[in-house]
T-cell receptor, first 112, second 114 residues
Framework: EAQVTQNPRYLITVTGKKLTVTCSQN?????MSWYRQDPGLGLRQIYY???????DKGDVPEGYKVSRKEKRNFPLILESPSPNQTSLYFC???????????FGSGTRLTVV | GENVEQHPSTLSVQEGDSAVIKCTYS??????FPWYKQELGKRPQLIID?????GEKKDQRIAVTLNKTAKHFSLHITETQPEDSAVYFC?????????????FGQGTELSVKP
């Protein structure tokens, strides 16, 4: 089944403890992206990647890192999480820019 | 950079009525405009999209119109049904120069009352 898989689905962590949210797609898509969703603010793009080893900042990249070492994987790294990073995170992928993104199921992160 | 404004933030209609959601964008170079539907507790899903070389696109009860001069685009849902109740997001990007940088509007919560 063609899909974007994120893990974990839910995560509660403490301030400052490094964490990684994994994202994998099995559709051989070129484009991948991370979004965060907060009430009233819609979906805000954190980082995106147009190919292996090519990443670029979205609108809210502060406090996040990404890497694209393989085409299928695009992990999101929070080196030192803070409570303002509590949010619902979505990974997404697209074969080309003109086909829109397919979203994963989301990761609900709480930083206390 | 691109900025997308979406209105209204909430919309309530009676079953069978039409619903219209409007978005404006700031970057005249934007050339791809997708719409997503997000049901409660679920992921956003692409429902329709339009490229800048087309003025209108239709898919059954859903249509999208684009006015490049005014830099706005709209989603039209006809004969609404309760299962259309969801949050709808518009988005815009310049595919040729910004690739995967897709900017979303703030969302419209549509409620269809039986």
């Amino acid at each position: 089944e063609a899909q974007v898989t994120q893990n974990p689905r839910y995560l509660i962590t403490v301030t400052g403890k490094k964490l990684t949210v994994t994202c994998s797609q099995n559709m051989n898509h070129e484009y991948m992206s991370w979004y965060r969703q907060d009430p009233g603010l819609g979906l805000r793009q954190i980082y995106y990647s147009m190919n292996v080893e090519v990443t670029d900042k979205g609108d809210v990249p502060e406090g996040y890192k990404v890497s694209r070492k393989e085409k299928r994987n695009f992990p999101l790294i929070l080196e030192s999480p803070s409570p303002n990073q509590t949010s619902l995170y979505f990974c997404a992928s697209s074969r080309t820019g003109f086909q829109g993104y397919t979203f994963g199921s989301g990761t609900r992160l709480t930083v206390v | 950079g691109e900025n997308v404004e979406q209105h209204p933030s909430t919309l309530s209609v009676q079953e069978g009525d039409s619903a219209v959601i409007k978005c404006t964008y700031s970057d005249s170079a934007s050339n791809y405009f997708p719409w997503y539907k997000q049901e409660l507790g679920k992921r956003p899903q692409l429902i329709i999209d339009i490229r800048s070389n087309v003025g209108e696109k239709k898919d059954q009860r859903i249509a999208v119109t684009l006015n490049k001069t005014a830099k706005h685009f709209s989603l039209h849902i006809t004969e609404t049904q309760p299962e259309d109740s969801a949050v709808y997001f518009c988005a815009a990007t310049d595919i040729y120069n910004q690739g995967g940088k897709l900017i979303f509007g703030q969302g419209t919560e549509l409620s269809v009352k039986p």
